[in-house]
């Protein structure tokens, strides 16, 4: 039971990261359709950003903050540039262009900072709590991830629902013809929430070199896949659902560590995403769609 | 219009492909192409199968897979298992590595190809990702460490006929009646089924000659390079492939086969700057996509009316009044 509740603590802290990453993916397809296989990327490059911040000497705060800020940045650029033109063409294009713009900032990654591996500093002296007399751990860095996690959670469902540019966001993603006519401009629409979901993949990204201490070029194809099958497990295009998504692969993935082999990890993430496009394409909390011929 | 077999074009093209065979074999044996290019000749080859086998699935059926790179590591990892350790010959290491990928194509694709568009991507990287996690926790195997010691089976002409085989072989189900319900199913879902066309198993079928093709590779590949570890059938090598069909052109046989003798050539010369090879073929695929959506070749294919047509173009010959309106 000890076993449990520990990789339960585990698996929720990891699934922090999964979900906010999760959620720029949600946000994005529910409004362009577009599986932005490059948002792991800006993850990778929210890390080093924060990374960068903090081996000058910022705090953890401003680090994060400046990360969110360079990617949301990033996350425009790279919507303007490669993805706008592609808007009316056939998705398969786009989605190779994803995958192209995937590579490419990995790839440049490589080329500017190099292959090897980074040790992120040490923000936060590591504080353990023990709790049942010591049969459970619980890390100040895991309560600063859960915490920083639900803090921009709710956040974000403020956005989405209390302000004018989260009413566009929600007009867009229902009918984006319907919005334009109604003088909404899909463009800032579409912009916006590109920042909005590459800012939390930064965050996340910081947040993961915080947690783990390591950051390297390549760090961001994992995750950004595994974020991708929770966004699809909650249903792509459902902010809740990407949140919950997250958590519960976060869980899943801690507790086959914990009792079997944590070589089985990845396996176990595709297999849950294979039986839930299988079994229910539209996700936990998804509507069905009828596709309209 | 019935084709012949024996028509003059066909045989033109096979006296061309045997002298190729038949000077770089002597090539080899007298030591004028030297290792390395013997290297990226082989590799070129198996780049060739790699691409035409991933057209079927991704360019003539329109079905996107981005889990190529599985089917290679079955068939790779099964004939190795069959020569070094049960002790059988390479061509029936071949075939069983080629077999053991269709079946996985098959087994993947029943429930996977009723998805569609970036969901059948997403289930297929999905696929060929399991594949390889379960290929490393495979002791027998190897695991992480891989398989060393294979004997170098694979030579010149081994991977000269293979490769021509599965181009013709691929280029006769493109033209047939098969392939012809699969390029329906490209272009239209929807009308390809109202026409009587079985959608689901003819993608079932794509999929699985796709796979068994891609295994071969496998297998030529394993038997080549002495070694083969889970980590060269990454989504990495996925990619590689699919940039060979993308670029070339979804659906063109000719553009695929360019694209991958063009790419090989171009990743030899950048052996020493991998990185740097990565960016270029991720703002390859990007500009191609931006500019040229459909690829090189698009969906045309090499003929010698083509030739003839872009020589008459080329040396402005073939103007007359009736198909030149500029000018009239």
Redesign the interface.
């Known amino acids: 039971m000890e076993v449990f509740f520990q990789q339960l603590i585990n698996g929720l802290s990891l699934g922090s990261i999964y979900a906010l990453i999760a959620l720029g993916y949600t946000m994005v397809y529910g409004i362009i359709r577009l599986i932005n296989f490059a948002h792991g990327d800006v993850y990778m490059v929210g890390a080093y950003v924060g990374f960068w911040a903090t081996t000058q000497g910022w705090g953890f705060l401003p680090a994060l903050l400046l990360s969110m800020v360079v990617c949301a940045v990033l996350g425009m650029v790279i919507e303007r540039l490669a993805y706008k033109r592609l808007r009316e063409a056939p998705r398969i294009a786009v989605l190779i262009t994803a995958i192209g713009v995937s590579f490419f900032l990995e790839s440049t990654g490589v080329l500017a900072v190099g292959a090897k591996v980074r040790t992120f500093p040490n923000v936060f002296p590591e504080v353990k709590f023990q709790l049942f007399n010591g049969a459970i751990v619980v890390t100040n860095r895991q309560l600063v991830i859960m915490v920083v996690t639900v803090l921009l959670m709710l956040l974000l469902q403020y956005i989405v629902h209390r302000t004018k540019i989260g009413k566009a966001m929600r007009a867009v993603s229902h009918d984006a013809q319907a919005a334009m006519l109604m003088g909404i401009n899909v463009n800032n629409t579409v912009s916006a929430t590109f920042a909005i979901g590459s800012a939390l993949a930064a965050a996340a990204g910081v947040l993961v070199g915080v947690y783990y201490n390591a950051i390297n070029p390549y760090m961001g194809i994992m995750p950004g896949l595994k974020a991708f099958v929770a966004a699809v497990v909650g249903g792509i295009g459902v902010i809740p659902g990407a949140f919950v998504g997250g958590l519960s692969l976060g869980v899943i993935e801690a507790l086959v560590s914990g009792y079997g082999s944590s070589l089985w990890r990845d396996a176990v993430a595709f297999a849950l995403l294979i039986i839930i496009l299988i079994v229910k394409p539209s996700g936990l909390f998804g509507s069905n769609a009828r596709e309209k011929v | 219009m019935k084709k012949m077999f024996f028509s003059l074009p066909n045989l033109l093209m096979a006296l061309l492909l045997l002298a190729f065979y038949g000077l770089t074999y002597a090539g080899l044996e007298q030591g004028w192409i030297d290792d390395y290019y013997k290297l990226n000749l082989f590799l070129i080859c198996i780049n060739i199968i790699l691409a035409v086998s991933l057209n079927v699935i991704n360019g003539m059926t329109?079905q996107?897979s981005?889990g190529h790179a599985g089917f290679m590591a079955i068939g790779a990892y099964g004939s190795a298992v069959m020569t070094m350790k049960l002790g059988f010959p390479f061509g029936a290491a071949l075939i069983v590595g080629a077999v053991g990928a269709a079946l996985a194509g098959l087994i993947v694709g029943i429930?996977?190809l009723?998805?569609k568009?970036?969901?059948l991507?997403?289930?297929t990287?999905?696929?060929g990702?399991?594949i390889r996690?379960?290929i490393?926790?495979i002791e027998y195997v190897g695991g992480a460490a891989g398989l060393n010691g294979i004997a170098q089976y694979t030579n010149w002409h081994w991977i000269f006929f293979l490769t021509v085989a599965t181009v013709l072989v691929i280029k006769n189900f493109m033209t047939s009646t098969h392939g012809r319900a699969c390029i329906a199913i490209r272009e239209n879902e929807?009308a390809a089924e109202t026409m009587g066309v079985d959608i689901t198993r003819y993608k079932v079928i794509a999929f699985t000659i796709g796979a068994f093709f891609a295994g071969l590779a496998g297998a030529l590949h394993a038997h080549y390079f002495y070694t083969i570890q889970p980590t060269t059938f990454g989504?990495m090598k996925s990619?590689d492939i699919?940039v060979f069909v993308?670029l070339g052109g979804?659906g063109s046989l000719t553009g695929s086969i360019l694209s991958a003798i063009g790419l090989t050539v171009l990743s030899a010369f950048l052996q020493d700057y991998a990185?740097?090879r990565?960016?270029i073929?991720?703002?390859?695929?990007?500009i191609v996509?931006?500019v040229r959506?459909q690829g090189l070749m698009g969906t045309a294919e090499f003929s010698y009316r083509g030739v003839a047509k872009l020589y008459d173009r080329l040396s402005g010959k073939g103007r007359g009044p009736g198909n030149d309106t500029a000018v009239g």
């Open positions: 329109g996107f981005i429930p996977t009723r998805l568009g970036d969901y991507a997403i289930a990287l999905g696929f990702e399991i996690v379960i490393l926790n929807i989504f990619f699919l993308v979804l990185e740097l990565m960016v073929y991720s703002l390859l695929l990007i996509m931006l959506p």
